[in-house]
């Protein structure tokens, strides 16, 4: 039986951006790093909320339906998909504070693998942050539950 717990599947150090930085950095950092999302802390470092690419990257299955996801996540009804161009130029230099899913699902180092499977199965999450006296210590991904799949005891 599985007695794996959030501590030894996450990926740590998080990296993190505040809330007071635009976008385009944010994305910037996700780029560099090749990560798929950044944690959102305050100045004393408590976090704040989850900033993921794919709240601005639809996958290719939602495409018709950007409207739906990306220019309404975005807070911008410009009326057709065509207008995504104009949607980046204009999101650019949205504070990332603005930007963020404050409600993000998190878990504590000592949440147990099964626990963190359901709940990112329930909340629909990529990313859970992991946290410890509301401070970021790691993140775990979905990538992270694959390599689980993958290893050989």
Do not use: C, W
Not at 55 to 82: F, H, I, M, N
Not at 100 to 129: F, I, Q, R, W, Y
């Amino acid at each position: 039986m599985f007695t794996k717990l959030a501590s030894e599947i996450m990926t740590s150090p998080v990296v993190t951006v505040t809330a007071d930085k635009p976008v385009s950095e944010a994305a910037r950092i996700m780029l560099d790093k090749n990560i798929g999302s950044l944690v959102v802390v305050d100045a004393a470092g408590k976090f704040l909320g989850l900033l993921s690419e794919s709240k601005y990257l639809p996958e290719a299955t939602v495409l018709p339906y950007l409207r739906q996801s990306v220019l309404r996540v975005l807070g911008t009804e410009l009326g057709d998909p065509e207008n995504i161009e104009e949607v980046i130029l204009n999101t650019r230099n949205t504070l990332v504070g603005g930007a963020m899913n404050k409600d993000a699902t998190t878990v504590t180092p000592d949440t147990h693998l099964g626990v963190v499977a359901k709940l990112m199965v329930e909340s629909e999450s990529h990313h859970l942050p992991v946290l410890e006296n509301g401070k970021p210590i790691g993140m775990i991904s979905r990538h992270d539950l694959l390599t689980l799949f993958a290893q050989t005891d």
